[in-house]
């Protein structure tokens, strides 16, 4: 549990992989709100990681969507390009408590001799011991144990998964030499001393890996709270594959207003007409956890297209 006598620090870290659009506008104003509401710190993280993933602007554009809609952050943006020492050292003391191995298996190799965990194939160990005569070191694994990690979701409730079973040993470097999310996001959760992590419930299944890695480098292990996912009426998660709008930054109200519904928040009629700064005091005053349902989705019909 994270320590409460410190000071609220919430994050949004997104991957700069397109515009921001009404799925990811959810975990900002959660997030933003959730922080604020605690008289807290929002801070700002990108996470471009992942070149070939990521489009040419699109983190200036995420920014810039921000603040057109008042979503100020707190102190400099974070980049994870900018971060792979802090990585490396990571991988470095995980190597030296012996809680990795590299491994030689391909996608193909796993898939073909792996049962399916929650989030993908469940990697059966091959490596673990050593790596066969003649193969080659292609990506570094965590080992996961036998332990179960339990942990209390703000909003999901009592979580519970089994590492060996649900995940397997899984990646922190691939086999292009990239580092893996799960490692980059525990070392920067705790470099920027979140105390509480507001994301969508897609990641829930994440929480658990991080948590385990926490526990291996000895860093704090941040309070967690999964938003329900918007999703589209095939019960798709919003993506840019799934052609969800990019926020109108000249005119963000309607937007924010039904991201506020979607939330369970009642803003009133008139606050489509207030100022930004009117627009967010009442509802950082207003805002209620007790109202966000506590699904993991929630299907939106047609979100950020004005009706009007
Ligand atoms: N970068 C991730 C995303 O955009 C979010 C990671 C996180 O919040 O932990 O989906």
């Not at 919430?10 to 959730?34: E, I, N, Y």
């Not at 990108?46 to 969507?65: C, F, K, N, S, Y």
């Amino acid at each position: 549990m994270a320590d409460s006598s410190k000071t609220y620090r919430g994050r949004f870290a997104p991957s700069p992989t397109g515009p921001l659009h009404f799925g990811s506008m959810v975990a900002a104003v959660g997030g933003f709100l959730q922080a604020k509401s605690h008289g807290g710190e929002w801070r700002v993280r990108m996470e471009d990681l992942d070149p070939p993933r990521e489009v040419p602007g699109a983190a200036d554009d995420i920014l810039r969507t921000l603040e057109a809609c008042g979503l100020h952050w707190d102190g400099a943006v974070m980049y994870q390009s900018r971060r792979h020492k802090a990585y490396a050292a990571a991988l470095k003391t995980l190597d030296r408590l012996d809680a990795i191995y590299p491994c030689a298996c391909s996608r193909r190799e796993i898939a073909d001799s792996s049962m399916k965990g929650i989030d993908g194939p469940v990697y059966p160990g091959t490596c673990r011991k050593g790596i066969a005569a003649g193969r080659e070191a292609r990506a570094w694994r965590v080992k996961v144990g036998g332990a179960a990690v339990e942990f209390d979701d703000g909003l999901q409730g009592r979580q519970r998964r089994d590492l060996a079973a649900d995940f397997g040993d899984f990646v922190l470097r691939r086999a292009d030499g990239l580092f893996a999310y799960q490692l980059a996001v525990v070392v920067d959760d705790a470099e920027q001393g979140i105390t509480e992590v507001v994301r969508g419930a897609d990641l829930i299944e994440s929480t658990p890996r991080q948590i385990h890695l926490q526990r291996l480098l000895n860093l704090p292990t941040p309070d967690y709270l999964h938003l329900p996912v918007a999703l589209n009426a095939r019960g798709e998660k919003f993506s840019k594959q799934t052609f969800a709008a990019p926020v109108d930054v000249e005119r963000p109200w309607q937007l924010l207003i039904q991201v506020l519904q979607f939330l369970g928040q009642a803003p009133p009629v008139d606050l489509a007409e207030a100022n930004i700064g009117d627009f967010w005091r009442w509802a950082i005053a207003h805002w209620r956890l007790d109202r966000i349902p506590r699904v993991m989705g929630v299907v939106v019909e047609t979100p950020g297209v004005d009706s009007a």
